[in-house]
């Protein structure tokens, strides 16, 4: 396989987000969960529709379909979550001051911590937890008038990209239960693909936001370190593998909850200042943008058989919609690149939990956890600089590469959706994975890089989606943006 572009490009079977290509049996969205998240806090700030009409509306289709998906856990009493949606009528009511998410419905991925609310990570280890506190993102969610329902299943400590942990189980892909949701904001995705949810958090470390967000035909933005900020146990001065950031079905969603969760925090010295005007403001973009196809990386990574022909229908999409695409290629020693993502990988969560291999009960945690904190414990200062060496080399080579294109692109997988029985994918197209992370190599360039990076649902194929990521220039989020909300309409 080749990055090339020329010749006949394969017609897009793209169902445009916020247009769900329903699953067989899944019954179609009412007239309420049917429309896109702005529009419903629009119609609640306008009295138009009240928060409890629109908070029964989804928290009817959870009943009936959460069951069978298992994407929302820890979904608090219903008599509670109405009394919320009371309140925040009262508050309309009253001409109060409203958030940008004013009395709709969210759940928060199980790894953020949420006030009053289980957070399990999805480990044994922490099955009964309950913060008194809620994380930087879902403080900001909650500020801005969103009534938390619950968390979004994610898998256990948020390790590999497929949601399933003992604590809840898997959760199953929007269009074939029989298949992985991925992961690991897994959870968050079906609820919104599945429109159980109007808008939903993840967060990513290695594809977290990217691979579920393209397995479930929604969106997904990670955004440039330090646009979103978070405060990590042991070190706020290195520049984190890990960023939070929104899910949505449709562009200007997808800006609003980026609206709400970015901003500067005293806590996080790294963190980056507000933009000069609102993310969901979308500018047209610019006709002829060019956007540089990186494929296969030259044959680097193995890909099942359609997932870069289903990649390059969304580009061809993008040129209908104006923009230019070219091969591109990277001029970079790409294994050192996968090793300098393993050392820095199990450097940081060792440096965050490891403490955890003291606890009496470290024996029920996952094998993949034990084997990141103990690797990254072993690590010597030597390999860690090392590490660090690489990731800014290839910023640098990123760098030049978007200095003659305005977008660099890669499926958000190698694979499509495996059976959910299955831990991870041991083979792609004959080639053995050597880890349990190994399969999903193709996000770990726009993560080591730090920018901002978007999923693009681009195709179905057996029923199932598949993802174009975006990488774009450091802060240029607002470029994305205006990326995705021209895709959704051509």
Avoid at 48 to 60: G, K, N, P, Q
Avoid at 89 to 116: F, Q, V
Wanted: aromatic letters at 6%; proline letters at 8%; hydrophobic letters at 45%.
């Amino acid at each position: 396989m080749s990055n090339a572009v020329d010749g006949a490009r394969p017609a897009s079977p793209y169902a445009a987000p916020g247009q769900l290509r329903a699953p067989p049996g899944v019954e179609p969205p009412d007239a309420i969960t049917r429309q896109d998240a702005v529009a419903l806090a629009e119609a609640i700030a306008s009295g138009m529709l009240s928060s409890r009409e629109v908070v029964t509306a989804f928290l009817d289709r959870i009943e009936r379909l959460n069951p069978t998906y298992n994407a929302i856990v820890s979904l608090r009493p219903r008599a509670d979550i109405l009394a919320d949606a009371d309140a925040a009528d009262a508050r309309t009511r009253a001409g109060a001051s409203l958030g940008l998410l004013h009395g709709l419905p969210i759940a928060i991925k199980d790894l953020m911590p949420t006030a009053g609310l289980r957070t399990t990570f999805g480990s044994p280890l922490f099955a009964d937890s309950v913060p008194a506190e809620d994380g930087l993102a879902a403080a900001r969610i909650r500020r801005a008038g969103a009534i938390i329902v619950g968390k979004t299943n994610t898998p256990e400590f948020g390790l590999g990209s497929h949601t399933v942990n003992p604590v809840f189980g898997a959760t199953a892909n929007a269009y074939d239960p029989a298949l992985s949701a991925g992961g690991s904001s897994g959870g968050a995705a079906v609820a919104l693909a599945l429109r159980m949810l109007p808008v939903a958090d993840g967060s990513d470390m290695g594809g977290s936001l990217r691979n579920p967000a393209g397995w479930n035909n929604v969106l997904g933005l990670r955004p440039t370190i330090g646009r979103v900020p978070s405060v990590a146990a042991g070190d706020v001065f290195t520049a984190p593998l890990a960023t939070d950031g929104p899910m949505a079905r449709t562009a200007r969603d997808l800006a609003r909850l980026l609206d709400v969760m970015s901003g500067p925090d005293d806590r996080a010295p790294l963190s980056l200042p507000a933009p000069a005007r609102p993310f969901e403001d979308i500018a047209p973009a610019a006709p002829g943008l060019r956007i540089g196809w990186l494929g296969d990386l030259d044959g680097h990574l193995p890909m099942e058989a359609g997932v870069a022909e289903a990649s390059m229908a969304g580009l061809a999409r993008l040129e209908k919609a104006g923009y230019r695409v070219e091969p591109a290629q990277a001029a970079f020693d790409l294994d050192s690149l996968w090793r300098a993502f393993v050392v820095l990988r199990q450097n940081t969560i060792a440096t965050q939990h490891r403490d955890l291999l003291n606890r009496a009960d470290a024996g029920a945690m996952k094998p993949e956890m034990r084997w990141e904190i103990e690797g990254g414990l072993a690590l010597s200062a030597q390999a860690i600089r090392e590490a660090l060496v690489t990731r800014s080399a290839w910023y640098a080579e990123v760098s030049r590469l978007l200095r003659s294109v305005s977008f660099l692109a890669l499926p958000t997988a190698c694979v499509w959706p495996f059976p959910i029985t299955e831990t991870w994918p041991r083979t792609i197209a004959g080639r053995a994975m050597d880890s349990y992370h190994r399969w999903m190599e193709v996000v770990v360039g726009g993560t080591l890089a730090g920018l901002p990076v978007l999923a693009l649902p681009c195709g179905f194929t057996r029923a199932c989606s598949s993802g174009l990521q975006l990488l774009a220039p450091p802060r240029s989020e607002d470029a994305l943006l205006s990326v995705a909300q021209a895709y959704e309409m051509t």
